[in-house]
């Protein structure tokens, strides 16, 4: 069993930053692989970056590719989000999730989700 909890979310102006947490408890961290995803209202949750249990492998949403960065501290058993260049459409409910086994892009593959943290970038 993996508990998630976001933190890290808030207000910003477009071309700003933001750095989203999500730590875990359970003995298993370091054995899953991690993904972010994010939700619009009345949207499908969508994909925005994934990273290996290892940290080696990691993908990333075209959308946000270059300006966001996944990375992980197992030590820690906390995965990072760390979102620059902000824009007004990665406005939304960010949520991580862990899986057992490789990372992957889709959300139906995970096990365990957190209960998400609100971004909103300005225009």
């Known amino acids: 069993q993996v508990q998630l909890v976001e933190s890290g979310g808030g207000l910003v102006q477009a071309g700003g930053s933001l750095r989203l947490s999500c730590t875990a408890s359970?003995?298993?961290?370091?054995?899953?692989?991690m993904g972010w995803f994010r939700q619009v209202p009345g949207e499908e949750r969508e994909f925005v970056a994934t990273i290996s249990w290892t940290g080696v492998s990691t993908r990333y949403a075209d959308s946000v590719k270059g300006r966001f960065t996944i990375s992980r501290d197992n030590a820690k058993k906390t995965v990072y989000l760390q979102m620059n260049s902000l824009k007004p459409e990665d406005t939304a409910v960010y949520y991580c999730a862990a899986r057992g086994r490789g990372a992957s892009e889709n959300a139906l593959a995970y096990d365990y989700w957190g209960q998400g943290t609100q971004v909103t970038v300005s225009s």
């Open positions: 359970g003995r298993t961290f370091s054995s899953n692989a």
